[in-house]
C-alpha cells in the first residue's frame, strides 16, 4: 500500500503530521460549510462555543436592525437599538419578560421568524453537545520518544503507552507502521508504509502501561538504519491503539507518531515501576518519559 510523495504532481497534496493530530492540506477544493456537522463535532470546546457566540450575536443584531427600521415593538424608545437588540434577544431565546411585545404586523411576522430561528438553533446546540459529550474518547498518553536498544540480546525498537484514566482498555489491539519516501525501479516516488511486527501487538487488559518492543531483523522496515538516514527518507513511525473501554462500553481509539528526530538511538526508558517503602508496587509517571543513555 502506497500514497504519492509529497514531490510528486498530484492535484490534492497531504502533509501528515500525526504526532500532533494536525492534517494540512495544500490543494484540496471543497465547497464552503459541505461538512459542517463533522467539523463542529472534531472542533475542540472553546472553538464551537465561540461559533455558537457569534452566530448568536450575528442573529440577533440583524433582527434588532430590522425591529429599529420597522419599529413596531411596544415599551421600545422610537429608534433605539439597544431596545430592538435586547428585545430581539429575548425572542431568540423565547424568555418573554412581557415589557416589551411586538403590535404592528411587519414586527410580529419579525417575531415568529426570528422564535422559529430561536428554537431550532437551540435544537441543533442540544444535539451537537450531546454528540460531542456523548463520543467516547481515548486517554493514552504515548511516550514523547521512542528509543532503539538491545533487548535480549538483539537490537529493538522500542515505545511506550500508559491509560491515564483509572479505567480498563480491554482487548487493546496496537498496529505500527514505518512510512518513508521510496523511489521504484522505474524512478517513481512514492510514501510507502511497512507494516512493523511487534514482539505483542494486543493486551487483554491495558489498564497501566505497555512496552511496545519491535525487534529489528533482516525483515525490519528499519533494520540498519540510523538517525541520518531516517531523516533522509523522511521516516515516521505511526502508532495506531484500538480498544474497548468498559465505562463507555464502546470501542476507543489513539494514535501517534514518532518523527526522525524522536527517534533516540543507543538509549532506554528509565525505569517507573518501583517498590514502596511498605513493599507495595507503585508505577512512577513522573518518570514516565525519561530516557536513559547506553
Known amino acids: 500500500m ?22 494540512e492540506r495544500i490543494g484540496w477544493r471543497r ?64 424568555i418573554g419578560y412581557g415589557k416589551m411585545a411586538p403590535v404592528s404586523t411587519a414586527a410580529h411576522v419579525l417575531v415568529a421568524i426570528e422564535a422559529l430561528l430561536g428554537v431550532l438553533s437551540v435544537t441543533m446546540l442540544t ?26 540480546g538483539k537490537p529493538s525498537l522500542m515505545f511506550r503507552m500508559a491509560n491515564e484514566r483509572a479505567n480498563q482498555i480491554v482487548e487493546a489491539n496496537l498496529k505500527v507502521i514505518v512510512v518513508r519516501d521510496e523511489v521504484t525501479r522505474e524512478g517513481t516516488s512514492l510514501r510507502r508504509m511497512h507494516d512493523v511486527k511487534l514482539l505483542r501487538s494486543n493486551s487483554a487488559l ?16 528499519i533494520h540498519r538504519a ?23 462500553s464502546q470501542t476507543i ?11 533516540l538511538f543507543r538509549a532506554r526508558f528509565a525505569d517507573i515501576i518501583i517498590t514502596s517503602p511498605e513493599g507495595r508496587r507503585q508505577v512512577d509517571y513522573s518518570r514516565f518519559h525519561d530516557v536513559v543513555s547506553t
Do not use: C
Not at 61 to 90: H, K
Open 31 to 94: 465547497r464552503p460549510f459541505s461538512d459542517s456537522a463533522h467539523a463542529m463535532l472534531s472542533a475542540p470546546w472553546w472553538k464551537v462555543i465561540l461559533v455558537f457566540l457569534i452566530f448568536y450575536l450575528t442573529v440577533s443584531t440583524l433582527f434588532a436592525l430590522a425591529y429599529t427600521w420597522l419599529g413596531g415593538v411596544e415599551n421600545a424608545r422610537p429608534g433605539s437599538f439597544f431596545d430592538a437588540f435586547f428585545f430581539s434577544i429575548q425572542t431568540l431565546a423565547t
Open 253 to 263: 481509539h489513539a494514535r501517534h507518531a514518532y518523527l526522525p528526530d524522536e527517534i
Open 2 to 23: 502506497s500514497e504519492p510523495a509529497r514531490n510528486a504532481p498530484v492535484p490534492a497534496q497531504l502533509a501528515v503530521r500525526w504526532g500532533s493530530n494536525t492534517i
Open 206 to 221: 491495558f489498564a497501566l502501561t505497555w512496552l511496545a518492543i519491535h525487534e529489528i531483523d533482516e525483515q525490519s522496515p
Open 127 to 152: 444535539g451537537l453537545m450531546f454528540a460531542k459529550f456523548a463520543r467516547p474518547t481515548a486517554r493514552v498518553v504515548f511516550s514523547r520518544n521512542a528509543v532503539v536498544t538491545t533487548y535480549e
Open 226 to 248: 540510523t538517525a541520518e538516514s531516517l531523516r533522509e527518507q523522511g521516516v515516521q513511525i505511526v502508532v495506531a491503539l484500538i480498544g474497548f473501554d468498559d465505562t463507555f
